[in-house]
């Protein structure tokens, strides 16, 4: 009956791994507990939203609202944060190109700059993220891949003493690419991003 509802993401790790707990199904818990080892060991920067970021947390930036989009290529120890932020009636672009070093702790950043966006550009991203139900999204995904590429976005909302954040956090293709390639080829020129010039 649940299953059947309509209410219940059945892809999701979490339905799965609950089904297999009540219904005592231990092959298929065996087999979640090793494809999440899996995962975390193969993907290792799934907590790339949280600290290996080398710039401020959102919350810190002294905006109403921000976006930033983290973008990688597997293999690669290359990443590009965007953060697209607003306050007041300013609008801004920050982009970093840099490199982590996982072994060794260290971040070379390559490239670094700030430039202004339009309102209307503003809010043709924020109607791209609603569209994609950002706020509503779980923030992983259990299906990762081996090559490809990762998207992290994190958003944060002050307004007044009410706070807000949440990041999602995807492997290839998702419904937040239509805000990252709005952001990633409409916001940025060609000379101006580094891991696609395309």
């Known amino acids: 009956m649940v299953d059947s509802s309509g209410k219940y993401d059945t892809l999701d790790i ?11 199904d231990s092959v298929l818990l065996k087999k979640l507990d090793s494809s999440i080892s899996n995962q975390m060991n193969n993907r290792a920067d799934w907590d790339l939203w949280t600290s290996d970021i080398p710039l401020p947390k959102l919350n810190q930036l002294n905006k109403d609202e ?5 973008f990688s290529i597997l293999g690669s120890p290359a ?17 970093l190109f840099y490199r982590h070093d996982r072994d060794l ?6 490239r670094e700059f700030e430039k202004s966006i339009s309102e209307t550009q503003w809010n043709d991203l ?16 259990e ?6 590429n990762d998207l ?12 807000r954040s949440h990041f999602v956090h995807r492997w290839t293709n998702t419904t937040l690419n239509d805000a990252f390639y709005y952001v990633y080829y409409n916001l940025l020129d060609k000379t101006e991003r580094q891991l696609v010039n395309k």
């Open 66 to 70: 921000a976006y930033r989009f983290i």
């Open 126 to 141: 924020t109607t791209k993220i609603t569209q994609a139900d950002f706020w509503g999204l779980i923030n992983d995904k």
């Open 105 to 110: 702790s260290k971040f070379d950043k390559i």
């Open 14 to 24: 979490h339905y799965k791994a609950l089904k297999a707990y009540i219904t005592d």
């Open 152 to 163: 992290t976005v994190i958003g944060y909302v002050k307004s007044g003493d009410y706070e």
């Open 143 to 148: 299906s990762r891949g081996r090559d490809g």
């Open 79 to 95: 990443y590009e944060a965007i953060t697209i932020s607003q306050k007041d009636t300013s609008f801004k672009l920050h982009y």
